[in-house]
Structures are given as C-alpha cells and as structure tokens.
C-alpha cells in the first residue's frame, strides 16, 4: 500500500505525464498541419500548374488525418485523465489543449497572411470560432467521460464486481468499459461535427457540376465517417500505453 505523500508523488507524475503528452502530441502534429502542410497547400490552390491536378485534394485529405491524429491523442489524454482524477482534475488539461488550439489557429492566420499578403475582417473568425468550438468540444468529451464513470462505478457497486477500469481492455468494443464508450463519444462528435460543417459548405457551393467534383466529394464525406474510426482505435491504443507506463 502506498501511503498518502507516495500517491500525491505518483497522481503529479501521471498529470505531468498527460500535460506533456498533450502539449507534445499537438505541437508537433498541429505543427506540421498549419506551418508545412497548409502553406504547401496554400501554394498549389494559387499556382496554376497545380490548382488543376488532384494535389490541392490531396493535401486537404492529408491535412485532415493529421488533424484528426492531434485530436485522437488530446482527447484520449483527455479521457484517461478523467477516469483517474475525474472532471475537476481534468480542468487544467484541457486549458492546456485550448491553448494549444489557440496557437495552432493563430498560425493558420499568419500563414494566410503570408501567403496572400492580406488579411479580411471575417479572418478573425477563422481563429475565434474554431478556438471555442474544439474547447466545447473537450469539455463535452470530459463530461461524457465523467459520466461514464460515474455509470461505471455505481454499476459496479450495485452488482459487486471489480470497480476497476481495464485500460489495456483487448476487447475491439466495450461499450460495459467507460473508456470504450468515451473514446466513441469523441470520435463520433469529431465526425458529427466535421460532416456538419461539410454539408453547411456544400450548400453554400452547390452541387457538384462534374463527375470529378462527385467523387471528390463522396471521398471528403466517406473520410469524415472514418474519423470515428480512427480516432476511437487511436484512443483505445493511446489508454493502453499510459497504462503501461503509469509511475
């Protein structure tokens, strides 16, 4: 048994753990989405010996998973923090994740700036409201997750069983695991939220005029449904590795 000086060591340790693997895990991936992916992407929409091949597409999808890697680890971290110190002991993470938000729009910004020499007043919004959106976000995904918990745990309780949670849990899907259920919660609100957004720009744009604007679009849309799939199998890989590697 530890005594209690040992456990305050040891809770530090995994809050310190989980502040650098967000800060770690979103510097590098939002990094490389908006300083090298996106201007690279900026280019080839402006030059006129891309703009008409499949690169500028391409580079979109790509720009996505890496998003989507970014979001998959915060969000784990996010989720196991909860389960071990539940959603107060949550709250300074996810301060560090809106921070790195933050910095990642405030990027996206500059690298507009640079790349067409001028910024609109409606460029302002392209770093406020995501900003507020992915803080939502995070706050709804330790909110799910503390309520899976708190389910977990009186169901357990009633029924006398182990009330620990399995974070090396080998099952594909748990939805009886409250860490499987979160990780679905967030991958399917991220999908949600990024199909929504897609339907919203495509009534602004209209229909596809050709056979090639079709497919194009059906692949945008079929990438957006896998993002619950990636981002719950990213989770469920992410648990069992701080798992392993808990002071």
């Not at 695991?177 to 919660?185: D, F, G």
């Amino acid at each position: 048994m530890l005594n209690k000086n040992e456990n305050m060591i040891e809770v530090k340790k995994t809050k310190r753990r989980l502040s650098l693997l967000v800060i770690i895990s979103s510097a590098i991936l939002f990094s490389l989405s908006s300083l090298v992916l996106a201007p690279i992407y900026i280019y080839t929409c402006s030059d006129v010996l891309f703009s008409v091949t499949a690169i500028p597409e391409i580079l979109d999808i790509v720009i996505d998973i890496v998003d989507v890697f970014a979001y998959s680890i915060c969000f784990a971290a996010l989720i196991y923090s909860t389960s071990k110190f539940g959603s107060g002991g949550t709250v300074k993470l996810i301060m560090v994740f809106s921070a790195a938000c933050f910095l990642r729009y405030t990027a996206n910004l500059l690298i507009t700036f640079l790349g067409y020499g001028s910024l609109s007043t409606g460029d302002a919004f392209s770093v406020i409201l995501p900003f507020v959106l992915d803080t939502a976000i995070a706050v709804s995904v330790v909110l799910v997750a503390s309520s899976a918990m708190k389910s977990f745990y009186k169901r357990t309780a009633s029924q006398g069983v182990s009330s620990v949670i399995n974070a090396s849990d080998k099952k594909i899907i748990n939805l009886g695991n409250p860490l499987h259920v979160s990780a679905l919660y967030s991958g399917a609100i991220l999908s949600f939220v990024r199909i929504a957004t897609r339907i919203i720009y495509d009534i602004f744009i209209g229909l596809p005029s050709t056979l090639s604007d079709a497919v194009w679009m059906i692949t945008y849309y079929i990438s957006d449904l896998l993002i619950l799939v990636i981002v719950y199998a990213l989770s469920l890989y992410t648990f069992a590795k701080l798992e392993l590697k808990k002071p």
